[in-house]
T-cell receptor, first 107, second 117 residues
Framework: DAKTTQPTSMDCAEGRAANLPCNHS???????VYWYRQIHSQGPQYIIH???NNETNEMASLIITEDRKSSTLILPHATLRDTAVYYC????????FGPGTRLSVLP | GAGVSQSPSNKVTEKGKDVELRCDPI?????LYWYRQSLGQGLEFLIY??????PDKSGLPSDRFSAERTGGSVSTLTIQRTQQEDSAVYLC??????WGTGWTEAFFGQGTRLTVV
């Protein structure tokens, strides 16, 4: 399974865009990039996923580099409720969760 | 049900006792996953089911841990002779098909908080 690296923590001002990077340099051709988040004491919540094209949904946008070795999750207008741990995952079968990025949205 | 249901939500047990944790996946979801999360830590993969079979048991931390799934639906995670280090939140997830196929997401339950005293 491909491994990912993410910054341990990030801060973002409320109302600003939050850009969360993820490196996955060993990703293989058939592996997708998934993003989940976990708000304190809750189960992880799906955000978005993609293969090689950029994706957008009501929650976020996912930008994947052309070589697929890294990606960025964008929360366009962060709110206090977006404070959570964000996990970037790439896997063809088992979803191995790394430590993620702890995003703190500040008022 | 509307989502993945886990029971009990909380379990306190004495060291050395056996415990069973239950997961009811979303109806029709063929893939089911168990994870555990120790306090302040990330998610640790335990086991994965496709239907009733478990192609990957690599994450089970010891032979005290076992899991089964019957009828392609409910799954039970059993921990025998519990130890204090087993204390964690045990999370279950299900998906319509095997993850990694790219067009399906996994839904998580709220977990069972296990405390071994």
């Amino acid at each position: 399974d491909a491994k990912t690296t993410q910054p341990t923590s990030m801060d973002c001002a409320e109302g600003r865009a939050a850009n969360l990077p993820c490196n996955h340099s060993t990703i293989s051709g058939n592996e997708y990039v998934y993003w989940y988040r976990q708000i304190h004491s809750q189960g992880p919540q799906y955000i978005i996923h993609g293969l090689k094209n950029n994706e957008t949904n009501e929650m976020a946008s996912l930008i994947i580099t052309e070589d697929r070795k890294s990606s960025t999750l964008i929360l366009p207008h962060a709110t206090l409720r977006d404070t959570a741990v964000y996990y970037c995952i790439v896997s063809s079968r088992n979803f191995v969760f790394g430590p993620g990025t702890r995003l703190s949205v500040l008022p | 049900g509307a989502g993945v249901s886990q029971s009990p939500s909380n379990k306190v047990t004495e060291k050395g006792k056996d415990v069973e944790l239950r997961c009811d996946p979303i109806s029709g979801h063929t893939a089911l996953y168990w994870y555990r999360q120790s306090l302040g830590q990330g998610l640790e993969f335990l086991i994965y089911f496709q239907g009733n079979s478990a192609p990957d048991k690599s994450g089970l931390p010891s032979d005290r841990f076992s899991a089964e799934r019957t009828g392609g639906s409910v799954s039970t995670l059993t921990i025998q002779r519990t130890q204090q280090e087993d204390s964690a939140v045990y999370l279950c997830a299900s998906s319509l098909q095997e993850w990694g196929t790219g067009w399906t997401e996994a839904f998580f339950g709220q977990g069972t908080r296990l405390t071994v005293v």
